[in-house]
């Protein structure tokens, strides 16, 4: 079974840094794009950092200079490395892959991960 699994998510407080993985798992032939979003309660889904299968990465300016994102090919897993945490980072964080199967590319979404920034 193809899946993403998600964690390093938590209780930090403001000015913090926190790391979280994302690792793909199952039978997969190869994965393109990877991202990382978030979603607030009471708000939409928002996508915080993307990066291409050849390593360009971009961010909203919300998270821009604070965030970054990182990929290893060898063990499939993707890395939102998170610092100078606020408390508006507050979310649950999901992340995003669109991965070759048997079957052909699909995008796939893993369960998420609690970040909560204390002031």
């Known amino acids: 079974q193809v899946q993403l699994v998600e964690s390093g998510g938590g209780l930090i407080q403001t000015g913090g840094s926190l790391r979280l993985s994302c690792a793909a798992s199952?039978?997969?032939?190869?994965?393109?794009?990877m991202g990382w979003y978030r979603q607030a309660p009471g708000k939409q889904r928002e996508l915080v950092a993307a990066?291409?299968?050849?390593?360009?990465?971009s961010y909203p300016d919300s998270v821009k200079g604070r965030f970054s994102i990182s990929r290893n090919t060898t063990n499939n897993t993707v890395y939102l490395q998170m610092n100078s945490l606020r408390p508006e980072d507050t979310a649950v964080y999901y992340c995003?892959?669109?991965?070759?199967?048997?079957?052909?590319?699909?995008?796939?979404w893993g369960q998420g991960t609690q970040v909560t920034v204390s002031s």
């Open positions: 199952g039978s997969i032939f190869g994965i393109s794009d």
């Open positions: 995003n892959a669109r991965l070759r199967t048997r079957a052909g590319f699909y995008m796939y």
């Open positions: 990066i291409t299968h050849g390593g360009s990465a």
